[in-house]
């Protein structure tokens, strides 16, 4: 069957209708509809300074380009959480992305803010007792760092490459935990609690990860297709297989799960009343009187 707009042969299925496009026309769908959730949910203006978080994968790295090459104002920011191998060639990736479409490129350190690599951290805690999982510990610190240097680089809006399937997989696992507190999910918009904090905006919301995959394929970006080292045993894998076993014998599954939240959250009214409190020790947004960073930072030292 050839591509359903036009004559040419197709390069991708989309799993949620069976329509077949050519990669022209894939390209035009794909940038049309990410454009359209952008006005659609006001997630920025073309005023405003958007900083993208990149990490080297193919959702962040399509999710700069195609922000760049809509019109919008972006910068790219990056965590280097000294992994080895895996750190430096997402970085040299990274670089050569921004350079190649002349976006300003700000490099985080986790050795220069911490003064120590992410497993290093790790294992420290191991040796005092602490079992934190790799995955916690960099989403706890990179969030801390990328709050912390949006404001400083005074981004209006920091955007992340999140998409469709990692949505689902995380409203899925919160049932799994018995954790409602789903008002704290910020969903494709946050909302604005502070002024010390940066409003996340995901625009790849609607997009599937097969979808990602294929535009940056075709776009040929250098991006590692690979997991994280540190991440062969992390728990949110375990839900993906499942869901993407769902996906094939249901397809449309994971956008149901996606609608089913964002139908929920507005019946929520319980963030209005979220409390909004100051980490003691670094003066950041903080659940409590200290921070998870601060937390895990202090451990270190006894």
């Not at 998409?163 to 049932?175: P, Q």
């Not at 704290?184 to 997009?207: D, E």
């Amino acid at each position: 069957m050839s591509c359903k707009l036009c004559s040419k042969e197709p390069v991708i299925t989309l799993t949620n209708n069976n329509v077949k496009l050519c990669k022209n026309c894939f390209f035009k769908y794909y940038e049309s509809k990410v454009f359209k959730t952008i006005f659609k949910y006001k997630l920025f203006t073309k005023k405003d300074k958007v900083g993208v978080a990149v990490s080297g994968g193919k959702d962040s790295t399509v999710c700069l380009y195609v922000l760049k090459k809509l019109g919008y104002n972006v910068e790219a920011i990056t965590i280097d959480a000294a992994i080895g191998n895996y750190t430096k060639s997402n970085l040299e990736n990274i670089k050569k992305v921004c350079k190649d479409n002349k976006i300003k490129l700000h490099i985080i350190s986790f050795r220069k803010e911490f003064g120590k690599s992410l497993c290093y951290i790790r294992d420290m805690l191991k040796e005092k007792g602490y079992e934190y999982s790799s995955c916690m510990l960099c989403g706890i610190l990179k969030r801390y760092l990328l709050n912390k240097y949006s404001k400083k680089l005074k981004f209006d809006y920091l955007a992340t490459g999140h998409c469709l399937d990692d949505e689902a997989e995380a409203f899925l696992m919160n049932i799994f935990r018995n954790d409602l507190n789903l008002a704290r999910r910020q969903g494709i918009k946050s909302s604005s609690i502070s002024s010390k904090f940066v409003r996340r905006v995901k625009p790849l919301y609607f997009m599937m990860n097969l979808e990602n995959r294929k535009y940056s394929e075709l776009k040929n970006f250098p991006v590692n297709y690979g997991i994280c080292p540190c991440s062969v045993d992390a728990h949110r894998r375990e839900f993906r297989n499942m869901l993407d076993k769902f996906e094939i014998k249901n397809p449309g599954v994971k956008n149901s799960i996606l609608n089913f939240h964002e139908n929920m959250k507005e019946n929520l009214k319980e963030q209005k009343n979220i409390k909004i409190n100051y980490c003691e020790s670094c003066g950041e947004l903080s659940s409590g009187k200290i921070c998870k960073t601060c937390g895990l930072l202090s451990k270190l030292k006894k």
